[in-house]
């Protein structure tokens, strides 16, 4: 059986779609590779993977660690080099060849490629990280930024592979810096098969999902509260779903009886399809957000910017309805349709029916 090397930046479990993206991925190597896992940890998130799974190396990550790992990396940009550790590069320049592939997962871990050799390197670029830090209002306010294409740059054209999500992504990265990229399918959860919907009028509900602890996410959380929330519809209600809502948000808005805080779920899907569209307002980050593809799989109707719909192919049955602005998002959840379960079910068989399954192994030619 092949080997491969599996080095990410996050522990693979499902607290974010990045990380069960990872998940999910080792589970579907088990039966055809030899797997060795290195993570970087993360505070309160714990790791989720097959028994299979070696698990052979894990690294902490601190303010400390990230300082230390850019003083020895100054020429690359913090964002790729807070990951660096010196016996890490050593122990793959020593190993590396008892591999069949490399794969380096999340743009945080790509700076060892600067160094690697190996006929089979893999990149997982989940997010093209200039077009993401580029949209954020203080990028031109910070020097550092200046190195941020090159590094993204110079690591890229080090990799025999690259993978990204979507179309969109693939054309950007070749307009960026020349390269050629492969597309790979996110993981439609199972459970999202399992969705039933309840045979009556929904009430008036909606919901928002995510990890809060990311910028962008609650950014357009908080942005919403201030100036959608308050000129909805009063028998409106609202459920937010995901791990990491700071205790600020929810004093604030803990004796609201239509905000409802139900954290990180299990199976957030049954919510979701439960709502009658899931409430998206991302005015930053980049890449496909999953969140929207999954909920689209559900058959649950999004709101959402230009950001939150890019590279995903619109269904054409009206799911996926474009807010610009805040008086978007009011008209849009004010003048909502209860009679939502015909239109749920033709959304998912659409969806069902356009979603190409991308496999990794294919790709590999380890199956």
């Known amino acids: 059986m092949k080997k491969i090397l599996f080095i990410t930046a996050f522990p693979p479990?499902?607290?974010?779609?990045?990380?069960?993206?990872?998940?999910?991925?080792?589970?579907?190597?088990?039966?055809?590779?030899?797997?060795?896992?290195i993570f970087f940890s993360y505070p309160n998130h714990t790791v989720d993977v097959n028994s299979k799974v070696n698990i052979l190396k894990t690294f902490n990550v601190s303010k400390i660690s990230k300082l230390v790992s850019w003083l020895q990396m100054p020429l690359v940009h913090p964002f790729f080099a807070f990951?660096?550790?010196?016996?890490?590069?050593?122990?793959?320049?020593?190993?590396?060849?008892?591999?069949?592939?490399?794969?380096?997962?999340?743009?945080?871990?790509?700076?060892?490629?600067?160094?690697?050799?190996?006929?089979?390197?893999?990149?997982?670029?989940?997010?093209v990280i200039y077009q993401k830090m580029k949209r954020s209002k203080w990028f031109?306010?910070?020097?550092?930024?200046?190195?941020?294409?090159?590094?993204?740059k110079n690591i890229l054209k080090t990799a025999e592979t690259i993978l990204t999500f979507s179309k969109k992504d693939q054309l950007l990265l070749k307009d960026?810096?020349?390269?050629?990229?492969?597309?790979?399918?996110?993981?439609?959860?199972?459970?999202?098969?399992?969705?039933?919907?309840i045979d009556k009028l929904f009430e008036r509900k909606f919901c928002f999902f995510g990890a809060w602890n990311r910028p962008e996410n609650l950014e357009g959380l908080l942005w919403f509260m201030d100036t959608v929330f308050p000129f909805t519809g009063i028998d409106i209600k609202f459920e937010i779903i995901g791990p990491g809502l700071d205790d600020t948000f929810l004093q604030k808005y803990k004796t609201i009886d239509r905000i409802k805080y139900l954290g990180f779920l299990e199976d957030p899907y049954k919510s979701i399809a439960e709502s009658l569209a899931l409430v998206?307002?991302?005015?930053?980050?980049?890449?496909?957000?999953?969140?929207?593809?999954?909920?689209?799989?559900?058959?649950?109707?999004?709101?959402?910017?230009?950001?939150?719909?890019?590279?995903?192919?619109?269904?054409?049955?009206?799911?996926?309805?474009?807010?610009?602005?805040?008086?978007?998002?009011?008209?849009?959840?004010?003048?909502?349709?209860?009679?939502?379960?015909?239109?749920?079910?033709?959304?998912?068989?659409?969806?069902?029916?356009?979603?190409?399954?991308?496999?990794?192994?294919?790709?590999?030619?380890?199956?």
């Open 13 to 37: 479990n499902r607290m974010t779609a990045g990380q069960n993206y990872t998940r999910e991925l080792l589970s579907s190597f088990v039966d055809n590779l030899e797997i060795d896992l």
């Open 83 to 127: 990951r660096f550790r010196l016996d890490m590069l050593l122990f793959l320049l020593k190993n590396a060849k008892n591999y069949n592939f490399i794969y380096f997962d999340f743009s945080q871990v790509f700076v060892y490629s600067l160094f690697l050799k190996h006929p089979h390197k893999i990149l997982m670029s989940h997010d």
């Open 140 to 152: 031109k306010l910070n020097p550092v930024n200046y190195l941020l294409y090159s590094t993204e």
């Open 176 to 197: 960026l810096y020349g390269m050629n990229t492969n597309i790979v399918s996110f993981f439609i959860d199972k459970k999202i098969k399992n969705v039933k919907y």
């Open 280 to 367: 998206a307002p991302i005015f930053q980050g980049a890449g496909v957000k999953v969140k929207v593809v999954e909920s689209l799989a559900t058959g649950t109707s999004i709101l959402g910017t230009e950001i939150a719909f890019e590279g995903i192919d619109d269904l054409g049955d009206g799911s996926m309805v474009l807010c610009n602005n805040a008086d978007d998002y009011i008209k849009a959840i004010n003048e909502f349709s209860l009679d939502v379960i015909n239109r749920k079910i033709k959304t998912k068989l659409l969806f069902d029916s356009s979603y190409s399954s991308v496999n990794l192994l294919d790709l590999l030619e380890v199956k």
